[in-house]
């Protein structure tokens, strides 16, 4: 098993541009999740969803959007890039919530 | 909103020493997690706890839920450098979690 897979690992934006991080999982878990983590303050919920065809806001939901088509693939979609969203991003998965595990990252700059 | 804080921020030490770390909230959790990350990997879950009042052990570290379970502690004996890396603790609430700051802990050799 792969896990939790997060694609790029780097990505460098220019303001206004728009990109999908991707994030796939093989483990068949229901729950998904989106954070992102900047220095001091922990990870942040952006997106979450709790099944295929089911998707909610988190903590700081603002200039992303989300999908879940499948149960596998959850990608986390930036509209219009903005310098305040440089930051790392990781994906979570879950059979319940209490085992969640996380991908690798994505670190974007966004110039 | 739910918080979580996390003490200390920083903490570097000597291999062999003992070392307890925090982490406090004026919020009621249903459950807390400590996860360990390492630089330019996703963070991973070391143990979950639901009771408050709950001691779990883990080889040398030690956690222990508060009774009111708004607070932790995470204790490890004899670090050594292989300790290092960044802790979070994470909370429950409904189905998501609000993650602490964490605590980036040194263990030199």
């Known amino acids: 098993n792969a896990g939790v897979t997060q694609t790029p690992k780097f990505q460098v934006l220019k303001t206004g541009q728009s990109m999908t991080l991707q994030c796939a999982q093989d483990m068949n878990h229901e729950y998904m999740s989106w954070y992102r983590q900047d220095p001091g303050m922990g990870l942040r919920l952006i997106h979450y969803s709790v099944g295929a065809g089911i998707t909610d806001q988190g903590e700081v939901p603002n200039g992303y959007n989300v999908s879940r088509s499948t149960t596998e693939d959850f990608p986390l979609r930036l509209l219009s890039a903005a310098p305040s969203q440089t930051s790392v991003y990781f994906c979570?998965?879950?059979?319940?919530?209490?085992?969640?595990?996380f991908g690798p990252g994505t670190r974007l700059t966004v110039l | 909103t739910q918080l979580l804080e996390q003490s200390p921020q920083f903490l570097s030490i000597q291999e062999g020493e003992n070392l307890t770390v925090y982490c406090n909230s004026s919020s009621v959790f249903s459950s807390l997690q400590w996860y360990r990350q390492e630089p330019g990997e996703g963070p991973v879950l070391l143990v979950t706890v639901v009771t408050g009042g709950e001691v779990k052990k883990l080889k040398r570290l030690t956690f222990q839920f508060g009774d009111a379970r708004k607070d932790s502690s995470l204790h490890i004996t004899a670090a050594q450098p292989g300790d290092t890396g960044l802790y979070l603790c994470a909370g429950r609430y409904g189905q998501n979690f609000v993650f602490g700051p964490g605590t980036r802990l040194s263990v030199l050799p």
């Open positions: 979570a998965s879950s059979s319940r919530v209490n085992e969640q595990f």
